[in-house]
């Protein structure tokens, strides 16, 4: 069992940053695969970026890559997302998701996930 904690998120103007983190609680994270998503209101959740238990391959949507960058430090069982050159069309509840896996990969479909946390309200004004 593991407990997952989004933070980092607000209101940030078009074209600036803000770094989301997932703490995990409940036991080491490094096990783990984890990725984000996102909901926009009136919209079905999507993928967002995807990182292996071990940090050492990563994917991103399409609509986000080269703006968003998914990392970890599974010293402190957290997960970031650094969001970079924000957009309007970007603002959502951004939720992480854990998976525990024996495996080197990553996941990107929400199916493949079985720990969410609460999301946390990404609000990007134009």
């Known amino acids: 069992q593991v407990q997952l904690v989004e933070s980092g998120g607000g209101l940030v103007q078009a074209g600036g940053s803000l770094r989301l983190s997932c703490a995990a609680s409940?036991?080491?994270?490094?096990?783990?695969?984890v990725g984000w998503f996102r909901q926009a209101p009136g919209k079905e959740r999507e993928f967002v970026a995807a990182?292996?238990?071990?940090?050492?391959?990563?994917a991103n949507a399409d609509s986000v890559k080269g703006r968003f960058t998914i990392s970890r430090d599974n010293a402190k069982n957290t997960v970031y997302l650094q969001m970079n050159s924000l957009k309007p069309e970007d603002t959502a509840v951004y939720y992480c998701?854990?998976?525990?896996?024996?495996?080197?990969?990553?996941?990107?479909?929400?199916?493949?996930?079985?720990?969410w946390g609460q999301g946390t309200q990404v609000t990007v004004s134009s």
């Open positions: 998701a854990a998976r525990n896996t024996l495996s080197y990969t990553y996941y990107t479909q929400e199916n493949e996930y079985n720990y």
């Open positions: 409940g036991r080491s994270f490094s096990t783990f695969a």
């Open positions: 990182i292996t238990r071990s940090g050492g391959s990563a």
